[in-house]
């Protein structure tokens, strides 16, 4: 497939991963355990019993890494730094150790003319915080501002791309409400606090990077097309509910510096009686960005449902009266996610039209599928599913910027095959592919196709 979708001159063309789903080196150089560590050890939480603690093994082998991502030719590779490894307990004094790994991961970057972009958090909160009440209470965010100045004073002059978060929908609501990622709760309120800690997190964090003085920082959001299953009133009210808290619920106070018209009717009475606001709030998160990270990979469908708990005391956030269907008509990935590229044209396009001139540039810094490789004899990768599925969505994403979204880059996930947090290492979403019995690294037939999408581009 050599009909490339063509980007203006200066498009950055770059790979992502994160901490816990490849370094592995969980307990060496002095790092804490995380949320992750204490879930993926859990017995019946990840699939097959499967943990982070060696992974791919990224923290002694990013050398290796790198040489593929030269190979490759991108431009930028977007990483995390994973918290405990900084400091242990989440508080107080760095730790030398870590800092150092990271060092010497994007010296070696710029050695190669790839260009850093650090995440500050990818999800692997110190156990210790969560134990004082994790992102339901603010000390977790005032942390986390501490821990950014740390970060930022040791990497700041040769990092010139941050972003804070990663996906808060998922550390809030896969995390404190739906249970299914760590730490495993399944609250109402303690959710929703998570969520507007998250984004306090956030304000304090910029505070910290923009003292440093680095170049860019943004935040990453993983927006989702949300559409209704019928068009039916309940349907359409239901798609509603699903949007402001998959979108409205970041978007508007980072943006606008206001929440949601429609929280009060998506989350009644565990909203309206909240107590985790405080003046100053909004003026702290809607701080200005330098671009929006968006991470996307497919639509969803939403159908009215029911609240599942009638009692309101024991509500959980996500019990919004809306539920997931399956999308009708369209291939699914090996996550069972619809395949359906004219959505991420959609989503951006209407994204614009929202926000307008408050819309920052925008990175899309993560979108991929995880498919059923095939391993020939010789020992190449093939993934034909994995290379449609790219070339559509960079095309709808050429696309959106034909519509007049200012998109600056694209970041393919993921560079390997990783953990995949609760699915273990059941999906491969890697455009390389790792054999985690000897951690042999083969790029598939995506990684080739990609690298002559890059080259065709010129610098």
């Not at 150089?29 to 859990?42: A, C, E, F, Q």
């Amino acid at each position: 497939m050599s009909d490339f979708p063509k980007f203006p001159q200066g498009f950055v063309f770059g790979a992502a991963t994160a901490s816990y789903q490849v370094e592995g080196a969980a307990t060496e150089d002095g790092r804490g355990p995380s949320i992750w560590d204490t879930y993926s050890h859990t017995p019946g939480k990840v699939v097959a019993g499967e943990t982070g603690d060696v992974a791919c093994d990224h923290y002694h082998r990013y050398p290796e890494d790198v040489a593929l991502l030269r190979d490759l030719g991108v431009s930028s590779y977007r990483f995390s730094i994973a918290w405990p490894r900084i400091q242990p307990t989440g508080s107080g004094a760095a730790n030398a150790k870590g800092l150092d790994f990271y060092s010497r991961l994007v010296d070696t970057l710029l050695e190669q003319g790839i260009e850093p972009a650090a995440t500050l958090y990818h999800w692997d909160l110190p156990q210790a915080l969560e134990d004082r009440g994790g992102w339901r209470v603010r000390e977790t965010a005032e942390r986390f501002g501490e821990y950014a100045a740390i970060v930022a004073e040791h990497l700041g002059d040769r990092v010139p791309r941050w972003i804070t978060l990663n996906e808060p929908w998922c550390s809030s609501f896969l995390g404190y409400s739906i249970g299914r990622h760590a730490p495993g709760a399944q609250e109402g309120t303690g959710a929703l606090a998570a969520a507007h800690h998250l984004l306090v997190g956030h304000g304090l964090a910029m505070r910290s990077l923009r003292a440093a003085g680095v170049r860019e920082a943004g935040i990453t959001l993983n927006l989702d097309r949300n559409l209704p299953a019928t068009d039916s009133a309940a349907d359409l009210a239901a798609a509603v509910r699903a949007d402001t808290q998959h979108n409205l619920v970041w978007t508007d106070p980072l943006l606008f510096g206001r929440y949601p018209a429609t929280e009060e009717e998506t989350w009644g009475e565990l909203i309206t009686g909240q107590d985790f606001r405080q003046d100053g709030d909004l003026e702290l998160i809607s701080q200005p960005l330098d671009f929006l990270g968006v991470n996307f990979y497919r639509p969803i469908v939403v159908a009215d449902a029911p609240h599942r708990e009638p009692d309101p005391a024991r509500r959980v956030a996500t019990d919004n009266r809306y539920e997931e269907v399956n999308h009708p008509g369209v291939r699914h990935t090996e996550m069972g996610w619809p395949v359906v590229p004219e959505s991420f044209t959609a989503l951006l396009v209407a994204l614009k039209r929202q926000y307008g001139t408050a819309l920052p540039p925008v990175y899309i810094t993560e979108n991929g599928s995880a498919e059923a490789d095939t391993v020939a004899e010789d020992g190449s990768v093939h993934d034909t599913d994995r290379v449609t599925y790219l070339h559509d969505h960079l095309s709808a994403l050429r696309a959106a910027m034909e519509e007049g979204v200012d998109v600056r880059g694209y970041y393919v996930w993921s560079l390997l095959d990783n953990f995949e947090w609760a699915l273990g290492y059941s999906k491969r979403f890697g455009i390389v592919r790792v054999d985690y019995d000897t951690l042999t690294r083969t790029p598939k037939d995506s990684y080739h196709w990609y690298r002559h999408l890059i080259a065709s581009h010129p610098s």
